[in-house]
């Protein structure tokens, strides 16, 4: 089984600033990576397939990056709608289908 | 627009029995794999079960092997999850989610159902 590992696990930050979150899998895992937002009593909302793909609908201020065993999601500015829990999700080896634990962004 | 509503949840005491359904509308449901996916109250996300889309393969995670069992009927665009022999661990939210066009990532998500597993 891939183990999906996200830090930092709670990250502060202001609005307007830039936002850094890693994930990291225990092989490689290709370019199968996927990234969800979660908002408190939501259902998670895709964001990123394929390490770098936004999804339908997903502002450009979103950007994931990454290959292999380690990736990144930056927002590069953050606006109030963005402070929420994000997943990352490995596709390549499965299954299982593997999460990583979570990062919660909240307002510093 | 893509809909998915799951029902079926509920309390339910250990060793019993559930099955949760999952009405999909908005896309052609034969054509796309479909995954259950849980989340314990106020923990992470887990991947439960998914199945092909003409439901001739079926996969789950080992902490639910010989008790859950995924199924579809694609002529009333429905997904299903039998759950037996119920344990205080499997109290969760039950989320339906299809997959994208391509890849295993999940694409639109249902809103839930709360499964609560306690005496």
């Known amino acids: 089984e891939i183990v999906m590992t996200q830090s930092p696990a709670t990250l502060s930050v202001s609005p307007g600033e830039r936002a850094t979150l890693s994930c990291r899998a225990s092989?490689?895992?290709?370019?199968?990576l996927a990234w969800y937002q979660q908002k408190p009593g939501q259902a998670p909302r895709l964001l990123i397939y394929?390490?770098?793909t936004r999804a339908t609908g997903i502002p450009a201020r979103f950007s994931g990056s990454g290959s292999g065993t380690e990736f990144t999601l930056t927002i590069s500015s953050l606006q109030s709608e963005d402070f929420a829990v994000y997943y990352c999700?490995?596709?390549?080896?499965?299954?299982?289908?593997?999460f990583g634990g979570g990062t919660k962004v909240e307002i510093k | 627009e893509v809909q998915l509503v799951e029902s079926g949840g509920g309390l339910v005491q250990p060793g019993g029995s559930l099955r949760l359904s999952c009405a999909a509308s908005?896309?052609?449901?034969?054509?796309?794999?479909m995954s259950w996916v849980r989340q314990p109250p106020g923990k992470g996300l887990e991947w439960v079960a998914n199945?092909?889309?003409?439901?001739?393969?079926?996969y789950d995670v080992d902490s639910v092997k010989g008790r859950f069992t995924i199924s579809r009927d694609n002529a009333k665009n429905s997904l299903y999850l039998q759950m037996n022999s119920l344990r205080a661990e499997d109290t969760a939210v039950y989320y339906c989610?299809?997959?994208?066009?391509?890849?295993?990532?999940?694409?639109?998500w249902g809103q839930g159902t709360l499964v609560t597993v306690s005496s």
């Open positions: 908005g896309f052609t449901f034969s054509s796309h794999w």
């Open positions: 394929g390490a770098s």
């Open positions: 199945i092909k889309p003409d439901g001739s393969a079926k």
């Open positions: 092989q490689s895992v290709s370019n199968n």
């Open positions: 999700q490995q596709y390549f080896n499965w299954p299982p289908l593997t």
């Open positions: 989610a299809r997959h994208g066009v391509g890849g295993y990532w999940t694409d639109y």
